[in-house]
């Protein structure tokens, strides 16, 4: 189940960052799109549910290390596409100096915790609200490759 889960997802990550899109524009469209999806169920169910790996990883990764290793699959996936749109970025001028790896992580944190808040208020329009801070977070990085 949590495969098709993340096949499921990744239809939905796969319109965002659609390499179509200019890179910077891809992570406003993934944040845009998250929003879309939680105010859809929110609508439908009464209550915002948040990012289901999140919910699960908050439950069981310390009580199973098989869902664990999957979930952090499914993070670096995730992790993989913001940075390969941060790479491109950096490569046209648009973010210099900074690290693509570093970033992706710190951007991922940053919406899993907007999602989380969002859902802990039941309110996916602070996924928009908040999301529009992800460019100002992007900072170079000490010693950050200048064309990864």
Same mark, same amino acid.
């Given at each position: 189940?949590?495969?098709?889960?993340?096949?499921?997802?990744?239809? &939905?990550?796969?319109?965002?960052?659609?390499?179509?899109?200019?890179?910077?524009?891809?992570?406003q469209?993934?944040? +845009?799109?998250?929003?879309?999806?939680q105010?859809?169920?929110? #609508? $439908?169910?009464?209550?915002?549910?948040?990012?289901?790996?999140?919910?699960?990883s908050? $439950?069981?990764?310390?009580?199973?290390?098989?869902?664990? *290793?999957?979930?952090?699959?499914?993070? #670096?996936?995730?992790?993989?596409?913001?940075?390969?749109?941060?790479? =491109?970025?950096?490569?046209?001028?648009?973010?210099?100096?900074?690290?693509?790896?570093?970033?992706? =992580? +710190?951007?991922?944190?940053?919406?899993?915790?907007?999602v989380? &808040?969002? *859902?802990?208020?039941?309110?996916?329009? &602070?996924?928009?609200?908040?999301?529009?801070?992800?460019?100002?977070?992007?900072?170079?990085?000490?010693?950050?490759? $200048?064309?990864?």
């Amino acid at each position: 189940m949590l495969d098709e889960c993340h096949a499921h997802s990744l239809e &939905l990550i796969a319109r965002a960052f659609d390499p179509k899109i200019p890179p910077l524009e891809r992570l406003q469209r993934y944040v +845009e799109l998250g929003h879309e999806t939680q105010a859809r169920l929110k #609508q $439908e169910t009464g209550h915002m549910p948040g990012c289901p790996y999140s919910n699960l990883s908050s $439950e069981l990764s310390t009580q199973d290390e098989v869902i664990r *290793k999957r979930l952090d699959d499914i993070f #670096q996936d995730i992790i993989a596409l913001i940075e390969a749109a941060l790479k =491109e970025a950096v490569r046209e001028g648009a973010l210099p100096g900074v690290d693509p790896r570093a970033s992706a =992580e +710190e951007v991922f944190a940053y919406w899993e915790g907007v999602v989380l &808040l969002a *859902k802990t208020r039941n309110d996916p329009n &602070l996924i928009l609200k908040l999301g529009q801070n992800t460019l100002p977070l992007l900072k170079p990085a000490k010693n950050a490759p $200048e064309n990864p």
